[in-house]
């Protein structure tokens, strides 16, 4: 039986999350795809841990047994693997430290699973761009919308036909800022102060509200989608910041439902990217989503149009996504 | 550059779509696949044409060039292919003639992409099983629910995760004539003969109304997706006929809408599948579907909830659902 080994870097609740679904995956492994999956290594930020022979989910509790300073480039000089999992923070200026791991993984022949986003949104295309010179994969399923397939379905549901445009709710803050407005006539400042006291939105707020969430989102989905590199600075954003409880009384009164939406347009070759807030009428099924609901729309030449929507929020469900893009990886290998 | 060749057999307004989609790609294939795409037979019930240098999209609308006899085995024996897109009538009794088309097709070694129903409702699970047993691909996009993705979907977006249950709105003339008895406060046979004078229903509505077109593509549908040999005739199936205006109007006064979705449970490896009446609420995605709106539900267990809308419902759709499936025969080969 072939052994594929799998290091982690980033080891905080995704990754054990992770590891824990590898594990419980073990046997189905074997029997499906013939292969043998042991977790050879994990490092978070000061201390990792490296066993060829298989560190189980167990042994991943006990931190104290961590090596201090096995991280790093220390880490991956060491570790002998197949795959990296790297599920560390995202730094969407320098991209690392995932960056570094990504790089020296595809490097050195291993294919990735980006759950991070920092190094996707900083170094997208040159990184898919070096993996396919490497002829490995680099996949980000838990990178782009929690469990939402965006990816995946643009990618492979939708293979062989131009997609015109794509427009997707992707984060879930923003949804419940722009309701709460609604439902109780608040201004923004008192909305976002409900959303922060219930823990929805982070004390310093404007990476969701100022559509940076969104915009990181978008970078991701459009490089490994359209092709075109885009960084994110150059997409147009709006923010909830100026929205009024007066305006969203007015839309609701039409039937109207605001949402924060990143798009991108794809025509003769030119893609255009942003974020924006958009309306929809309760025929629009993104009038349908509440709280951390995803969905993704997109309009085809041939196919027609799709909205897909769900697709649990939590570390669990990132997990799975990864977890997903370990299956690909597996059948593609077969 | 390789050269890829596709027969076609039953030769209809899709068949003529997809000759159409892979002439208008030819460039595309040659630049990202590096193979030469070629249409080197055609076939309907009488007649056919088979030339291996090529047959170009306006030969075949020669239909007085073709030759008479050239078909069933015959076409088979002698046309040179490596991959086969039967496209042909459903007979859901038989399922000829694409049963022998693809069990033919497979035996030799050749990739399959099934636009007709027939042979997979007949037989689906061992010609699923033909097809591994092979090292060959047998791909039906276009046969389960138009352009929409329901075994892409299910199998490669939620790849690695358990799937609980999935439910399905698969036939638009049903949901026409429900849509119809709410809005016109309309007995069924009052329905019917509508949707029959606007020719969405056919003359012999049985197909529809009784569940047996949703029924067939659920069987479709689960034998490739959950690995289960399921019967069509085994599966639990309401009508239309027997619902009433007063019902429906008092499902309407509850905010509810009826759609006819076919569903499939899965729990310790049992699988159960039928079709029925689900009332669904306003907040529900399936109660968006309209017309020949397609849908799809689906719980997981790690992945969350998902509703997929949409897809358009014309021969052109379809055929650009079999060139999907090529394209995943190209991407698999590389």
């Known amino acids: ?47 990792g841990l490296i066993d060829p022979s298989r560190i189980s989910p167990e042994r991943l509790q006990h931190k104290a047994a961590f090596e201090p300073g096995l991280t790093g480039s220390a880490f991956m000089e060491q570790v002998n693997a197949d795959v990296l999992v790297e599920a560390g923070p995202s730094d969407y200026s320098t991209g690392q430290p995932g960056l570094d791991y ?41 990178a782009s919308a929690s469990a939402l397939p965006t990816i995946d379905f643009l990618t492979y549901d939708l293979a062989g036909t131009h997609i015109k445009r794509i427009e997707a709710v992707l984060t879930g803050t923003t949804t419940f800022i722009l309701d709460t407005m609604v439902s109780r006539n608040a201004s923004f400042d008192e909305a976002l102060a409900e959303a922060q006291q219930l823990g929805i939105a ?18 991701i989905i459009a490089n490994a989608v359209f092709g075109v590199p885009l960084a994110i600075s150059s997409l147009a954003r709006e923010s909830l910041r100026s929205l009024t409880a007066e305006q969203l009384g007015s839309w609701k009164a039409d039937g109207l439902t605001p949402r924060l939406v990143g798009y991108v347009n794809q025509d003769e070759g030119q893609v255009e990217a942003g974020v924006g807030i958009r309306l929809y009428s309760a025929e629009h099924p993104f009038s349908l989503t509440r709280g951390s609901t995803k969905a993704l729309y997109a309009e085809t030449m041939d196919l027609g ?28 290998s077969e």
């Open 202 to 219: 982070e004390p310093e707020p404007s990476f969701d509200v100022d559509g940076w969430d969104t915009a990181a989102k978008v970078v």
């Open 1 to 47: 039986m072939t052994t594929v080994r799998v290091a982690m870097t980033g080891f905080g609740n995704v990754g054990n999350q992770v590891a824990e679904l590898i594990d419980r995956r073990r046997e189905h492994f074997a029997t499906h795809f013939g292969v043998e999956v042991l977790v050879t290594g994990v490092c978070g930020s000061t201390t």
């Open 305 to 332: 149009e799709f909205t897909l929507l769900g697709g649990a929020s939590n570390p669990r469900a990132t997990a799975a996504a990864a977890l997903k893009d370990f299956h690909h990886i597996l059948t593609s």
């Open 102 to 142: 990504i790089t020296s993984a595809i490097n050195r022949g291993l294919h990735v699973i980006a759950v991070s986003k920092g190094a996707l949104v900083v170094e997208g295309p040159t990184l898919l761009q070096s993996a396919r010179e490497k002829g490995v994969q680099l996949l980000m399923s838990g």
